[in-house]
């Protein structure tokens, strides 16, 4: 397999794990979505605007250098608790969509043998060589939060099993 198709793949396998968050919580209701279901505190909903901030920084702030502003404005004590939000469904799988969009524009006209023009914030031994490394780390951070909102969506109407694979 080639670099190229190796590439294609991944980002179809980011593409998959994405959908299957909103497939994971699709039919809920708003108090569904915004009722911790864990005693950490965290939303389904909140977990997915979490997702939506992921992409932005990774996909702009680190690839690019520079991120769009967000559709409301920046409050560190915003949200009231670890992952959680006081935004409506409407506003924060807008927002989700969004980055995707977005993200998915910059992996369009971008290879991903390309070095990011920005940095990560946090550890800097973890700073991404190029952004198909990015790519990779989306797929790992997406699936590993599909877990959380499997486990919530049973905790909070017995449903398993959705958003399956399609491979």
Do not use: C
Not at 11 to 34: N, T
Not at 57 to 68: E, N, P, S, T, Y
């Amino acid at each position: 397999m080639n670099s190229d198709a190796v590439d294609e793949m991944l980002v179809g396998f980011l593409d998959a794990q994405r959908r299957r968050a909103l497939e994971i919580l699709a039919g809920l209701d708003d108090k569904q979505l915004l009722t911790p279901a864990l005693p950490s505190g965290w939303t389904p909903l909140g977990l997915i605007e979490h997702l939506g901030h992921a992409e932005r920084h990774w996909f702009q702030q680190v690839a690019l250098g520079a991120a769009d502003p967000l559709p409301w404005p920046e409050d560190p004590e915003d949200g009231g608790g670890p992952l959680s939000t006081t935004r409506t469904p409407e506003l924060v799988f807008a927002f989700y969509e969004d980055q995707i969009a977005r993200a998915n524009a910059v992996l369009a006209s971008t290879p991903l043998s390309t070095p990011p023009q920005g940095r990560h914030s946090g550890d800097p031994t973890r700073e991404a060589p190029d952004l198909r490394v990015i790519v990779v780390h989306m797929i790992e951070e997406t699936a590993r939060h599909l877990g959380h909102l499997d486990a919530a969506r049973e905790l909070i109407d017995g449903r398993t099993g959705l958003g399956q694979d399609d491979l």
